[in-house]
T-cell receptor, first 116, second 119 residues
Framework: DTGVSQNPRHKITKRGQNVTFRCDPI?????LYWYRQTLGQGPEFLTY????????KSRLLSDRFSAERPKGSFSTLEIQRTEQGDSAMYLC??????????????FGEGSRLTVL | AQTVTQSQPEMSVQEAETVTLSCTYD???????LFWYKQPPSRQMILVIR??????QNATENRFSVNFQKAAKSFSLKISDSQLGDAAMYFC????????????????FGTGTRLTIIP
């Protein structure tokens, strides 16, 4: 296992189009997180899953955003009717949720979205 | 809600010298984790060092060490013998240690410090 994998790495789309990003976490990790990072800023929390259950959603996650994690494995983040303000790097991270959990997140390389 | 503040947007250090990056945080909790993450250009974010709030001893990882001042809510990162490969964005992050299935699981990040290494 080589770590958290995200696809596509870069997506360019026109305003109003829908986009979907995929994240494959480290296989034994039951927690999966989505963050958004704009240029020069720190990652901002969007949502996270424990197995297939979505346990928390940020207020940043508008109605146009939806995330799923069917079967508690990979996750998808869909943005509908994209706006230029959605342009950002979307980061996925995973972690263990068992005893001995140290709080560390393991990040993927991110999916960069550019909305024209 | 917890907040994390990094007041130094950019720092630079001569190769082989020592540099300290600052971080302060605000929380009403007594048990939590603090992290420093490194994000090299166009590369994924990786953990540099972690500190558990209940531990008084400052964490160290090779050339990286922290100065954790719980009462002052301060968590600075010291990089000794700076190397060219240390050039990156550094993010300070906070996570509650309170176990819950309904939140408190996320990391809250600061805005980052861009570290430049001068050869």
């Amino acid at each position: 296992d080589t770590g958290v994998s995200q696809n596509p790495r870069h997506k360019i789309t026109k305003r109003g189009q829908n986009v979907t990003f995929r994240c494959d976490p480290i296989s034994e990790h039951n927690r999966l997180y989505w963050y958004r990072q704009t240029l020069g800023q720190g990652p901002e929390f969007l949502t996270y899953f424990q197995n297939e259950a979505q346990l928390e959603k940020s207020r940043l996650l508008s109605d146009r955003f939806s995330a799923e994690r069917p079967k508690g494995s990979f996750s998808t983040l869909e943005i509908q009717r994209t706006e230029q303000g959605d342009s950002a790097m979307y980061l996925c991270a995973s972690s263990r949720g068992t005893s001995g959990y140290t709080g560390e997140l393991f990040f993927g390389e991110g999916s960069r979205l550019t909305v024209l | 809600a917890q907040t994390v503040t990094q007041s130094q947007p950019e720092m630079s250090v001569q190769e082989a010298e020592t540099v300290t990056l600052s971080c302060t945080y605000d929380t009403s909790e007594s048990d939590y984790y603090l992290f420093w993450y490194k994000q090299p250009p166009s590369r994924q974010m990786i953990l540099v060092i972690r500190q558990e709030a209940y531990k008084q001893q400052n964490a160290t990882e090779n050339r990286f060490s922290v100065n954790f001042q719980k009462a002052a809510k301060s968590f600075s990162l010291k990089i000794s013998d700076s190397q060219l490969g240390d050039a990156a964005m550094y993010f300070c992050a906070y996570r509650s240690a309170r176990l819950s299935n309904f939140g408190n699981e996320k990391l809250t990040f600061g805005t980052g410090t861009r570290l430049t290494i001068i050869p």
